[in-house]
């Protein structure tokens, strides 16, 4: 009977106890994504625009904002290697969600590039607007190289960009954000993929550091992907498409019920499921001029 009880109690203790153990990951997560925004704020502050999602040597924000989050002597490390293989095989607590258990490693990875084995993976990625990125024949002087579903390049401007110029990659500045800071977001979250073809939080890399608002958070809507295809995966299918259309990816979490999302004022706020499609693109633009609707939830 005492072992009956014993075991009644801890049936209903584990769900709290694991329900306790998430709020303290999400919550550390949250400290990650500020910790990244303040660092591109400082960032903003050296070079007066916000770093750029990626360039075509493949150099991303990962690595731009290293010097400004304490992390010195990982960019001193930086010998120009366009596949950036310095960041690709480190762990940096500061970019990975505690809630994800896929241990930052892929081993199975495979492509037709140099890379270390195995790579590494993380779980921020920053917003490149609220449609896809087309990711050949991008302009580098096409804002963001954003198009809309119908193909037009979008007039939307983001806080990140992906472009292929080197000397003169696109980037945006506080001033170009004419919806407001604290309408706009700078930073989510994705999972670390598993398997062969799966290399979501591949930050390291220009094809894998953003993430869009066209679809909801955690949508089941399967992310576009140019190379890579993994539909059994549940938190994030992928489909295969061709080279001339656009790349989407969602935010994505293992968190419960929704995302972290920084904003470009620092703050970072949750963000459900289930948000209001409307207020979510609105919140991925930077000059939509769109009547915002509050983020759900308050400022961390």
Same mark, same amino acid.
């Given at each position: 009977m005492v072992i009956a009880i014993i075991g009644m109690l801890i049936a209903l203790l584990l769900p709290a106890v694991q329900a306790a153990r998430e709020a303290v990951r999400r919550m550390q997560c949250t400290n990650n994504q500020k910790q990244i925004v303040l660092a591109m704020h400082h960032y903003h502050d050296s070079f007066e625009t916000f770093p750029w999602a990626s360039r075509g040597d493949n150099m991303t924000w990962a690595t731009l904002v290293l010097p400004f989050s304490e992390k010195n002597q990982i960019f001193e490390n930086y010998d120009g290697n366009t596949i950036e293989t310095f960041i690709m095989d480190k762990v940096i607590s500061t970019y990975t969600c505690p809630s994800d258990s896929g241990n930052n490693k892929n081993e199975s990875f495979a492509l037709n590039i140099i890379l270390p084995s195995p790579i $590494?993976?993380?779980?921020?990625?920053?917003?490149?607007?609220?449609?896809?990125?087309?990711?050949?024949?991008?302009?580098?002087? +096409?804002? /963001?190289?954003?198009?809309?579903? +119908?193909?037009?390049?979008?007039?939307?401007?983001? =806080?990140?960009?992906?472009?292929? +110029?080197?000397?003169?990659?696109?980037?945006?500045?506080?001033?170009?954000?004419?919806?407001?800071? &604290?309408?706009? $977001?700078?930073?989510?979250?994705?999972?670390?993929?598993?398997?062969?073809?799966?290399?979501?939080?591949?930050?390291?890399?220009?094809?894998?550091?953003?993430?869009?608002? /066209?679809?909801?958070?955690?949508?089941?809507? #399967?992310? /576009?992907?140019?190379?890579?295809?993994?539909? &059994?995966? =549940?938190?994030?299918?992928? $489909? +295969?498409?061709?080279?001339?259309?656009?790349?989407?990816? &969602? #935010?994505?979490?293992?968190? $419960?019920?929704?995302? /972290?999302?920084?904003?470009?004022?620092?703050?970072?706020?949750?963000?459900p499921d289930q948000i209001d499609l409307d207020v979510w693109h609105a919140a991925g633009s930077a000059n939509g001029g769109e009547i915002f609707v509050t983020l759900i939830s308050s400022d961390l």
């Amino acid at each position: 009977m005492v072992i009956a009880i014993i075991g009644m109690l801890i049936a209903l203790l584990l769900p709290a106890v694991q329900a306790a153990r998430e709020a303290v990951r999400r919550m550390q997560c949250t400290n990650n994504q500020k910790q990244i925004v303040l660092a591109m704020h400082h960032y903003h502050d050296s070079f007066e625009t916000f770093p750029w999602a990626s360039r075509g040597d493949n150099m991303t924000w990962a690595t731009l904002v290293l010097p400004f989050s304490e992390k010195n002597q990982i960019f001193e490390n930086y010998d120009g290697n366009t596949i950036e293989t310095f960041i690709m095989d480190k762990v940096i607590s500061t970019y990975t969600c505690p809630s994800d258990s896929g241990n930052n490693k892929n081993e199975s990875f495979a492509l037709n590039i140099i890379l270390p084995s195995p790579i $590494v993976l993380h779980n921020y990625i920053v917003c490149t607007g609220r449609e896809g990125v087309r990711y050949t024949g991008i302009s580098s002087n +096409s804002r /963001n190289g954003l198009i809309d579903e +119908s193909g037009a390049t979008s007039q939307y401007l983001a =806080v990140f960009n992906n472009s292929s +110029s080197l000397n003169n990659p696109l980037v945006t500045a506080l001033t170009d954000i004419v919806d407001g800071t &604290s309408n706009t $977001v700078a930073l989510s979250e994705t999972v670390q993929g598993a398997g062969t073809m799966d290399i979501l939080g591949f930050i390291g890399s220009g094809a894998e550091c953003f993430f869009t608002t /066209n679809q909801n958070p955690n949508t089941m809507v #399967a992310d /576009n992907d140019l190379f890579y295809t993994v539909t &059994s995966h =549940v938190r994030h299918p992928l $489909v +295969s498409i061709s080279a001339t259309y656009y790349v989407r990816r &969602s #935010a994505r979490s293992w968190h $419960v019920g929704g995302v /972290n999302a920084g904003l470009a004022d620092g703050s970072v706020r949750f963000i459900p499921d289930q948000i209001d499609l409307d207020v979510w693109h609105a919140a991925g633009s930077a000059n939509g001029g769109e009547i915002f609707v509050t983020l759900i939830s308050s400022d961390l």
